[in-house]
């Protein structure tokens, strides 16, 4: 006879040991499933062991920005080994102190495929789990480019495992992926290409702003080609040959390395969810405003794996948890209301976001003012020697409300969290303005900002 549960959980990041915690402490029965380490794309393979990377090139860009100003670092430099080394140290304990707090909730923690034989019935290799319902929050993995070659591709994840730095490397994508790792290959002293096939790297992010970003990247010698189509990878000898058509023909990129940054889709195609009459597309689960599938009333899901107009974000995945976790103790209660959240690409210097952009804005027929302009001159900014620096920000007509706000430069991923909670807390640009910041501060500029 199957083992029951009264809520089975698939995938142990943001989206999912919340839904897992919270049901458990209520008193239900609840069985967790990975089969990778536990912790999910953040901890592990993302967000977290990323930034120790970006915080190393960050000092680097210290030392260069502040040469002949106080500063003579000599042959400062980049210890690739030794940085991975201290990476892990950040990586290894997650997986054990997460099952080790799972399981002392009463959480039954099992590892492998899990994989759906029935609407509430879950085999994990081979051994099926029946349950009341099913929570999944899986996450997403590189998408498919059809690519000839494209298995030559190394994975982000793969990237941030990297024991040694290849001199050359070609990322695939102008996404945030590939600019983060690009910044810090550079910075490491690699010789970088981002292909991207559009016009405009880095949607979702104020295209003035994104020039400026693109102008610093390539005044670092990262070498970036809009408008080329990879349409084969190659291996040659020791390396590799991107080709790529171009405006100006077909051109060929040597590297020892190709990355795969192109985007990432949601990762449920070993779940068998047609056995369990789960309706989904390109964007993962289809789900309800309660986050419940429209198919099957005992699945859930949130995060990268459901279809939701939610970012592909982890504070977005962890919201999205506490959603479907509420409406699976008391029932659809809670509708998911994605509130304007904050986004960064950790570049040097970093862009941030948070709220509509001025196309949007436009379309939205809303009136506006648009304050826009750079502030290497600033003396925040001129004292650290940032030479890529600026904001636009949205100011309603009427209201003087936030709309949207990006910001490029030093500590724009702290502050744009200000501007999220001017914007969530309907805070006006003139009580902005009244506002006795500290100072000198990067926040202190808010008010010039608006």
């Known amino acids: 006879m199957a083992k029951s549960f009264d809520l089975i959980v698939i995938g142990t990041g943001a989206g999912a040991t919340g839904v897992a915690s919270r049901c458990q402490n209520a008193g239900w029965q609840v069985a967790i499933v990975d089969n990778l380490p536990y912790g999910g794309t953040c901890q592990l393979r993302g967000c977290d062991p990323k930034k120790v990377l970006v915080g190393a090139a960050e000092a680097m860009d210290w030392v260069r920005r502040l040469k002949g100003k106080g500063i003579e670092a000599g042959s400062a430099r980049i210890d690739w080994p030794a940085l991975m080394q201290f990476k892990q140290s950040f990586v290894d304990p997650v997986p054990e102190g997460n099952e080790k707090w799972l399981g002392g909730l009463g959480i039954e923690t099992l590892h492998g495929n899990a994989r759906f034989i029935s609407p509430t019935t879950v085999a994990v290799e081979g051994e099926p789990l029946q349950a009341n319902h099913v929570h999944i929050a899986t996450g997403a993995v590189p998408a498919d480019l059809g690519i000839q070659g494209q298995d030559h591709m190394t994975t982000s994840t793969d990237f941030l495992d990297l024991q040694s730095l290849p001199p050359r490397i070609v990322f695939v994508g102008g996404g945030f992926i590939s600019f983060e790792f690009a910044h810090v290959s550079a910075r490491a002293g690699a010789e970088v290409t981002i292909l991207h096939r559009g016009d405009k790297p880095l949607k979702g ?90 198919s099957n009333p005992a699945v859930y899901a949130a995060g990268d794996c459901a279809d939701t107009v939610g970012l592909p974000l982890t504070p977005v995945g962890a919201y999205e948890g506490g959603i479907a976790a509420k409406n699976l103790l008391e029932g659809n209660c809670q509708p998911v209301s994605h509130p304007p959240m904050p986004s960064t690409v950790f570049t040097i210097p970093p862009l941030a976001a948070v709220g509509l952009q001025e196309a949007e804005a436009k379309k939205q027929g809303l009136r506006f003012d648009t304050h826009f302009g750079k502030t290497d001159s600033w003396y925040s900014l001129r004292r650290i020697g940032e030479d890529c620096s600026g904001y636009k920000v949205l100011v309603e007509e009427e209201s003087g409300k936030i709309l949207g706000a990006q910001i490029l430069g030093s500590n724009a991923e702290e502050l744009i969290n200000l501007f999220t909670m001017a914007i969530n807390g309907s805070i006006s640009a003139e009580s902005i303005k009244d506002i006795i910041f500290a100072y000198p501060t990067y926040a202190s500029d808010m008010g010039y900002m608006v």
């Not at 189509?229 to 020791?238: L, R």
């Not at 070993?270 to 419940?292: C, F, I, K, M, P």
């Open 205 to 294: 992010f104020d295209p003035d702003l994104v020039a400026m970003l693109v102008e610093k990247s390539r005044s670092l010698g990262i070498e970036i080609q809009l408008e080329a189509e990879v349409g084969e990878i190659m291996k040659t000898g020791n390396g590799y040959e991107v080709v790529a058509a171009t405006p100006q023909g077909e051109k060929r990129y040597e590297g020892d390395l190709v990355v795969h940054g192109a985007g990432r889709t949601p990762n449920i195609g070993h779940l068998g969810l047609d056995a369990a009459g789960v309706t989904y597309g390109s964007r993962g689960v289809e789900v309800n405003e309660y986050l419940q599938s429209v």
